[in-house]
């Protein structure tokens, strides 16, 4: 896939890995267009290509009772209103049929989750909106299954097409990256990496989804060694209050120093 085939993204000419970052989930104008100010300031900084990412809806949390949402076409009128406000591009997962052409006229990539990404009538109807579509790489899947993912695709007439590696499940309550997997799946499509997914520790017996979030460098550095062509992360100024997924999220005051590093190790790497 062209980057430049994204709308409104910047930097493409820098030779850096491209970011897609926000928070876990839309929780309110204001936070939103707080933590996009803020990642924009950053990238431009550094020169990276740069996709804000925000859940419009969450619909595969472990309880009933957690938050799934402020309201879907709420909360997707507010990812139109980031990408005006800061003439960037922007992503959200969907997680049903009829929600592509909906979530289409909004976003700019549409993103199929982890769990859902064997559901062909869903990936067919994400790229049949001729938007870019971002496939991630089910838990429970092999990085050499995910071509056929992307066959769908690209079967649908739609050349547009990223995958997204956010880890493998390690027994019941953890989840480890197989970094064996990025080559592998470069051949097949632009591939990130979900940094912060990757930390994550679900199952709990509490039903609330852990996380180590200390181990987010580690992660990013390590796919940026391998060439990556992207990073996913979730970030947000309150982690600790976050509606959804604060357990794994980094704080968005870490995020520009994060950054710098992996920009030099960037810079090393492709000098080799």
Known sequence: MNLSNIPNIKHTESN???????????????????????????????????????????????????FTGIGDEKALKILRKVAETFNIPTVTDIHESNDAEMAAQYVDILQIPAFLVRQTDLVVAAAKTGKTVNLKKGQFMSPESMQHAVKKVLDSHNENVMLTDRGTMFGYQDM????????????????????????????????????????????????????????????????????????????LDNLERLLTNLVKIRKTVISL
Request: net charge neutral; glycine share 8%; proline share 5%.
């Open 16 to 66: 850096n890995f491209f970011l897609m970052a926000g928070p876990c989930a839309i929780e309110n104008e204001t936070m939103a267009l707080r933590i996009a100010e803020r990642i924009v300031t950053i990238t431009d900084k550094l020169a990276i290509p740069y996709i804000f990412k925000g859940s419009y809806k969450k619909a595969n949390r472990s309880r009933i009772d957690s």
């Open 176 to 251: 480890i990256v197989d970094f064996r997997g990025i080559p592998t799946m470069r051949k097949y499509a632009t591939t990130v990496l979900d940094v912060t997914h990757s930390l994550q520790q679900p199952n709990q017996s509490i039903g609330v989804t852990g996380g180590r979030p200390e181990m987010i460098e580690t992660i990013a550095r390590a796919g940026i060694v391998n060439m990556v062509d992207g990073l996913f992360i979730e970030t947000h100024f309150d982690p600790a209050n976050a509606k959804s997924d604060g357990a794994n999220m980094l704080h």
